[in-house]
């Protein structure tokens, strides 16, 4: 059973930065990739960034590349997110999700979702 | 980028109903489409992936078909507990939804 759990977010004033984390129990995380997929209040989902099983690779949306890193840690079983130079626009509740390709490259779609955490940049 | 057009923006159906919805890719993304469900202040659920697998754990009610660029999503007998936003998402490069559907009990 995946369970999947973000902490981190808040409020936030434009120009700062935020770290986002999310922990794992219950799969074997260091097998998949996971992702970060954010939603605007009001809005639709968009994906935000990936990260491969084993860390070696990274790919982020356009939005937030050059801004955003994700990284992982395997050792303690948790994703985390660092957000920087945030801006109006970065509002959003954030998802971390695990992709379902094991011990390959990701699928790029989602099979088990945190229940999100809000992200509020605002001065 | 490949964009994902999702067709009816909100609908409104009775339970028992046959309810479709389509999403149209920009360009040929073959069979790399997935559905999700997602409920009011819940995260998504994923209910089928390669246009057609259902997920497991599923109820079979639900269904998806298409390939290349269109695609469509069906519940067959609607239940009360499918009142949700449904979303599209094209994983043929990097992934996009589209801009969901609002579905609600008459």
């Known amino acids: 059973q995946v369970q999947l759990v973000e902490s981190g977010g808040g409020v936030v004033q434009p120009g700062r930065s935020l770290r986002l984390s999310c922990v794992d129990s219950g799969f074997s995380f260091s097998s998949y990739g996971m992702h970060w997929v954010r939603q605007a209040p009001g809005k639709g989902l968009e994906w935000v960034a990936v990260i491969s099983y084993d860390g070696s690779n990274e790919y982020y949306a356009d939005s937030v590349k050059g801004r955003f890193t994700i990284s992982r840690d395997n050792s303690k079983n948790t994703l985390d997110l660092q957000m920087s130079s945030l801006r109006a626009e970065d509002t959003a509740v954030y998802y971390c999700a695990k992709d379902p390709a094991r011990y390959r490259g990701p699928l790029y779609y989602f099979d088990s979702w945190g229940q999100g955490i809000l992200v509020t940049v605002s001065s | 980028d490949i964009q994902m057009t999702q067709s009816p923006s909100s609908l409104s159906a009775s339970v028992g109903d046959r309810v479709t919805i389509t999403c149209q890719a920009s360009?040929?993304?073959?069979?790399?489409l997935s559905w999700y469900q997602q409920k009011p202040g819940k995260a998504p659920k994923l209910l089928i992936y390669d246009a057609s697998n259902l997920q497991t754990g599923v109820p079979s009610r639900f269904s998806g078909s298409g390939s290349g660029t269109d695609f469509t999503f069906t519940i067959n007998s609607l239940q009360p507990e499918d009142i949700a936003t449904y979303y599209c998402q094209q994983y043929d490069n990097l992934p996009r939804f589209g801009q969901g559907t609002r579905l609600e009990i008459k």
């Open positions: 360009q040929d993304i073959s069979n790399y």
